[in-house]
């Protein structure tokens, strides 16, 4: 009779548990949690760290005079393109850790607590766009060092870090999906790279299109990271928005409405 009587506050208790309020409150607890492990082992900020101060300067030191004639005219095509490379890149750290955390089973110690089941993945998410504030501002920090001084001004500078850590936010719901349901964490990275380096390499990030082959022009100038390229460069170069930044942000919205779901249900299936 005892146990009858306490069965049902118990289901009670979980059933609150599953408010949108508390979903909230558990995956900004889960965040934490995330900010904390880096805090424990900063060499996890390596990438976002030391990637786009390396890249920024290797990159227009050896290209600049060849491609721009020198460093202060290639400044503002390298940054956007550094910036959107780098940040985008970070988002496979989301499907690398969320594989390794399962791979742990610290997503069955989650199991066993009263808290959301979303709570952690969607925490994972949501303590990454902390490290990819870290690489925009970064990036553009190294760029002014460097001399690049944005004609947008520093609010549309602002608009464009922000633009590019929504899309990479987007993007790493992709990677958590990889995360979910590959076998291994090396295995995601070797996947996400796969998607990734041409994506990256084969747009105008660090070439103008103009010179590349015409038949591989095409690709470029389809390919969405060319897009995100382009609209940063408008906003932080001139303070215009043009169809790039409506492409962008479009595709941001695609990719959420498509992977959020399956990756939430790949989730549910394996925790």
């Known amino acids: 009779m005892r146990s009858a009587t306490i069965q049902p506050a118990a289901e009670r208790k979980l059933k609150n548990y599953t408010s949108f309020t508390q979903t909230l409150r558990h995956s900004l607890t889960m965040a934490y949690r995330g900010l904390l492990k880096i805090r424990r082992t900063p060499e996890q900020l390596f990438d976002v760290t030391l990637q786009p101060i390396l890249f920024t300067l290797m ?18 095509v390298i940054i956007p393109g550094i910036l959107v490379q780098t940040v985008i890149t970070t988002s496979i750290v989301t499907g690398v850790q969320l594989r390794e955390d399962m791979d742990k089973g610290v997503f069955d110690r989650f199991k066993s607590l009263p808290i959301a089941r979303i709570a952690p993945l969607a925490g994972a998410l949501l303590a990454d ?22 004609a947008g001004g520093i609010e549309h500078v602002i608009l464009a870090g922000i633009i590019v850590i929504g899309c990479s936010w987007a993007i790493s719901w992709i990677f958590a999906f990889f995360g979910v349901i590959a076998r291994t964490a090396s295995s995601v990275q070797g996947i996400s790279m796969i998607v990734l380096f041409p994506l990256t390499f084969l747009s105008n990030a660090f070439v103008p ?24 460069r408008d906003l932080a170069n001139s303070g215009t928005a043009g169809w790039d930044l409506a492409i962008s942000l479009i595709g941001a919205a695609v990719i959420v409405l498509i992977f959020a779901p399956i990756t939430v249900r790949a989730y549910m299936r394996r925790t």
């Open 129 to 150: 766009t902390i490290r990819y504030t870290i690489a925009t501002v970064l990036t553009f920090v190294m760029g002014y060092i460097m001399g690049y001084r944005p």
């Open 59 to 76: 990159f227009t030191y050896i290209f600049g005079g060849a491609i721009s004639g020198n460093v202060a005219n290639y400044l503002p």
């Open 209 to 232: 299109v103009e010179t590349m082959p015409n038949w591989l022009q095409w690709f470029v100038k389809l390919n969405p990271i060319s897009h995100l390229v382009t609209a940063v």
